[in-house]
C-alpha cells in the first residue's frame, strides 16, 4: 500500500474522530443524580447541576466529594469514548483487525 495513501487516511481518520469528539456530550453523576457535572469530550466541564436537597452548610466536605465524584465519572467516560474512538480508528486503519 502506498505510504502518502495511508498518511492520508490516517488525517482524514484523525479529523473525524476529533470531530465527534468535539461534539461528544457526557453527564456525571454523584448522590444518585444529587450531582450532574456535564463534560464535552475535550473535557471542558460545560455545567454544573447540585440539587437544594444535597447542600448542607453543616457538612460542606459531602458535597465536596460528590462535586469530585460527578467529575470523576464524567471524565471516565470521555475517556472510555475515546478508547473506542480510538480502537474503532485504529482497527480501520489496520483491515478490521
Known amino acids: 500500500m502506498n505510504i502518502n495513501k495511508m498518511m492520508q487516511q490516517a488525517q482524514a ?3 473525524q474522530v476529533q470531530a465527534e469528539l468535539d461534539a461528544l456530550r457526557v453527564e456525571g453523576l454523584a448522590g444518585g443524580g444529587l450531582v450532574r457535572i456535564e463534560m464535552s469530550g475535550a473535557k471542558d466541564v460545560l455545567s454544573v447541576k447540585v440539587d437544594p436537597s444535597a447542600v ?4 460542606v466536605e459531602t458535597l465536596q466529594d460528590l462535586v469530585l465524584a460527578a467529575l470523576r465519572d464524567a471524565s471516565r467516560q470521555v475517556d472510555e469514548a475515546v478508547r473506542k474512538k480510538t480502537s474503532a480508528m485504529l482497527g480501520g ?3 478490521g483487525r
Open 13 to 15: 481518520m484523525q479529523s
Open 56 to 59: 448542607d452548610p453543616a457538612d
Open 93 to 95: 486503519m489496520l483491515g
